[in-house]
């Protein structure tokens, strides 16, 4: 019987899972992105990135810091996401992202 508990609960978990990974970059969930949202809303919708790179963005005189958030792999059904966001470390602003399904 305890076999048969674990078993279930372990099926269960590779379920939930497998079912997030796919809800996350639905396409409606990516359609509600906008510019102007958080960072911590991006990271509400979709989790942790894969990768963080910062940079600067813009042409002289009119630069700033951008950062940019990249998903992707073998654990999404889609090809790659990025976001780039504006702003200081503790308050990203998204001024740009980018959905790749392949």
Known sequence: MRI???LSLLSLMS?????CSSIKFSTENVMEVHQGMSS???LDRFGKP??????VCGKPPNQW???TWE???GDF???RASFT???EHDSLILNNFDVDRD
């Open 4 to 6: 048969f508990t674990i």
């Open 15 to 19: 379920l939930l899972i497998v079912s």
């Open 40 to 42: 911590d809303e991006i």
């Open 50 to 55: 894969k990768n963080i790179s910062i940079s």
């Open 65 to 67: 810091t951008c950062t």
């Open 71 to 73: 998903y992707g792999g």
């Open 77 to 79: 059904d889609f090809g």
């Open 85 to 87: 966001f504006s702003g």
